[in-house]
């Protein structure tokens, strides 16, 4: 849906928002039936055919983000990714997907596509000629995320682009990390656009959801799937993840900003061996990542060395939360090999680079000074505690 607005701060606060008739109030209302009329109606709407007015309503302000025809919204970001995958893929097909990846996304693959005779790939890298070495005559999906979670790797958005289109096959690809502030694919030609909206377009850690976003064709193709799988979202949810769109261009250039100052604080620390951050001059894909994203995202990973104790670190720290999730305004850290990538094998996870001492690192809205100070007295904790032990 192109919107008639240019700034995106004015998409994200006024495009697909439900005009209040009755009362005239500043926001959407919220429309909580999931029960409507069939007779006589222009639509017959029902909350999992994904048209009740929030539904649709947000699907329009989605779809204008990401410079896509149209949009869906679904109940998780797996619901999303699955739901697409399922609908363009068949018995017999075969589908090349990035070596990094989010372990959720990986271990759909691994589990389900082979029960339904699908075919898969995993590349050995992330450049483009990584993708062409798997390319069969029967492959159908291009799949990659950049930047990835959590190794922040840098694929080429119009390359892979390119490639798909050589080769009659539908590019994919999750651009969650960067969200639609920081990155547009659609722009550089990639067919299919995903988010878990539970991240940044939700922004506060209370809503899960997920989103595709693609030409009308492909999204009526994924409707006539989403239905049977039945994976939509309530109406209030749909209602509060529209509220936090809201704000999502302002928190995510904050976090944004914030994130290239812990980078750069993080590089120089004598405890951390390795940072991994697309802002950075030194990171391999840090040219690419200028030339097609706005902002190098709020999201980095690091590894300590490796006489640190990161599940020490993690109890020590006071201000930044070890928590599941990432992409909300406040700060929080994880250990990949324990949450979004323990269903990975350890050889798996090996492959793709994933240490234990790897920690991915979602960056918040709080005063750098503050951030910096909390990692400080940790480190000096965990520290202190090994020469006692010592």
């Known amino acids: 849906m192109k919107s008639k607005y240019k700034g995106t701060n004015t998409i994200c606060t006024h495009v697909g928002e439900l005009e209040d008739k009755q009362f005239k109030g500043a926001v959407s209302p919220l ?103 798997e390319i069969k005559p029967n492959t159908k999906v291009i799949y990659i ?27 994919l690809i999750d651009n969650t990390f960067a969200s639609p502030i920081n990155q547009n694919p659609i722009d550089f030609g990639i067919d299919m656009v995903l988010h878990s909206a539970t991240k940044y377009m939700g922004g506060h850690s209370d809503i899960c959801a997920g989103v595709v976003a693609a030409s009308e064709d492909k999204i009526k193709e994924i409707f006539h799937n989403a239905i049977c799988f039945g994976g939509s979202l309530s109406d209030y949810t749909v209602w509060l993840l529209e509220r936090s769109i809201k704000t999502m261009g302002l928190r ?64 020590e720290l006071k201000l930044i939360k070890p928590s599941m999730s990432l992409a909300g305004i406040e700060t929080t850290m994880l250990s990949p090999t324990k949450t979004s990538h323990a269903l990975m094998s350890p050889e798996d ?14 960056i918040g809205i709080e005063e750098m000074e503050d ?14 505690q090994s020469r006692v032990h010592a």
């Open 31 to 133: 429309y909580m039936s999931t029960s409507y009329a069939f007779e006589d109606v222009p639509v017959k709407r029902y909350p999992r055919y994904f048209n009740t007015p929030n539904q649709e309503a947000l699907c329009k302000k989605l779809a204008a983000l990401e410079h896509a025809e149209a949009a869906l919204i679904f109940g998780s970001g797996m619901a999303a990714i699955s739901t697409a995958l399922m609908t363009f893929l068949r018995a017999g097909d075969h589908i090349v997907l990035q070596q990094t990846l989010y372990g959720g996304t990986y271990n759909f693959v691994v589990t389900q596509l082979e029960k339904y005779g699908i075919v898969y790939s995993f590349t050995t890298g992330w450049e483009v000629e990584d993708f062409e070495k």
């Open 371 to 384: 951030l910096v100070e909390d990692i400080e007295q940790a480190l000096a904790k965990v520290k202190k």
């Open 252 to 315: 995510v250039r904050a976090q944004t900003e914030n994130a290239m100052k812990m980078a750069n604080y993080l590089s120089a620390h004598d405890d951390i061996e390795k940072v991994y951050y697309p802002g950075l001059q030194d990171h391999p894909g840090h040219k690419l990542a200028k030339s097609q994203m706005k902002g190098f995202g709020g999201m980095l990973s690091f590894e300590m060395r490796n006489d640190i104790d990161v599940s020490q670190f993690f109890k």
């Open 349 to 362: 996870r090996e492959k793709q680079g994933i240490k234990d001492s790897l920690i991915r690192f979602s």
């Open 145 to 171: 995320e950049t930047p990835s979670n959590p190794l922040l790797t840098i694929t080429d958005l119009a390359g892979i682009a390119k490639l798909a289109k050589k080769h009659s096959a539908i590019s």
